[in-house]
């Protein structure tokens, strides 16, 4: 039975890969992101600052023990200007969900919360070892760095338009973006971006990549259950009376070869039974591949 015969494939929009295409964890980050922009322009003239003051990345804080303030940045943005905001979720939406699809909505989430988090990091040693001056900042600009390295390496010839203009592959359009973060923070200039916070997601997304690390098989899953296989089917064997030599029918022709995509339908119809038992966070990198592969397949054969 090939990929085109499954009950996935069939058109009605409950197939297995229509859910699968859905980037919940993505457009989560992206909603979320958002509120919390709406959120900062309404309490920008609260005493302290409202949000924006209770989780800006502020070093002096950091060292007073407000640690969180090394990740919550990841989720403020400069209220006063949208288009830090938008372009910033733009390249997340168009870049994570394809990295989503890759490697799932749980380990998505940890890597981009993890890039975000190494960001604020380095950006505070640094800062701590006098290379740079102390400032506060705020934005995604690290985590969406990390994210769009990542890509770039596992799709480097993929065509983008810089400036929705002009059509180049995107591993020169990163190579471009990094090259002027590090000639911005090496160079001393102070113009109110975090350069330092840039890099260090550069490279944590290029570490990802070259080291092949899974974060989900690292950390323990809180609060959540593991789940119970599903109990086998009964089975009931009916006895069949032999047939009556009058009536017995020559023997049918030897079945055809398989095709030749038989042996990757059986993987997929493995990884598909291990979903339905045990669920998708139980996959590794191989499975996800071939889910990924066979849902590319699907998308070429319904066009």
């Not at 705020?138 to 993929?158: D, E, I, K, M, N």
């Not at 400036?163 to 359009?173: C, Q, S, T």
């Not at 009058?246 to 995509?261: G, L, S």
Request: overall charge positive.
């Amino acid at each position: 039975m090939g990929i085109h015969d499954r009950d996935y494939y069939r058109d009605g929009g409950r197939g297995l890969f229509d859910a699968w295409g859905r980037q919940r964890v993505t457009v989560w980050l992206i909603a979320v992101t958002c509120a919390a922009w709406v959120a900062q322009l309404a309490t920008l003239r609260l005493p302290g600052g409202g949000v924006t003051g209770a989780f800006i990345y502020d070093p002096d804080l950091v060292r007073r023990g407000e640690v969180w303030r090394l990740l919550t940045p990841v989720f403020l943005h400069d209220p006063r200007s949208p288009f830090h905001l938008f372009f910033n979720m733009l390249v997340l939406y168009w870049a994570g969900s394809r990295l989503e699809d890759r490697y799932g909505g749980r380990e998505f989430l940890l890597f981009y919360l993890a890039a975000g988090l190494f960001a604020g990091v380095v950006d505070f040693l640094v800062e701590l070892a006098g290379q740079t001056p102390p400032a506060r900042a705020l934005g995604a600009s690290g985590a969406v760095t990390a994210v769009l390295v990542l890509y770039a390496c596992h799709y480097p010839r993929q065509q983008i338009l810089l400036f929705f203009v002009i059509p180049m592959p995107v591993w020169l359009v990163v190579v471009l973006y990094v090259g002027l973060d590090a000639i911005g923070a090496f160079g001393g200039r102070q113009d109110g971006i975090g350069y330092v916070a840039h890099l260090a997601g550069a490279l944590f997304g290029l570490l990802y990549y070259q080291t092949g690390i899974r974060l989900a098989s690292i950390l323990p899953e809180w609060g959540r259950s593991p789940r119970r296989p599903a109990p086998a089917p009964r089975l009931r064997v009916v006895p069949i009376d032999p047939p009556d030599a009058d009536d017995q029918q020559p023997a049918p022709p030897p079945a055809a070869a398989p095709p030749a995509d038989a042996g990757f339908d059986a993987r997929v119809d493995a990884v598909l039974a291990k979903v339905s038992k045990y669920g998708q966070e139980t996959l590794t990198p191989e499975e996800r591949e071939i889910l990924f592969r066979a849902g590319e397949l699907y998308k070429k054969r319904r066009k």
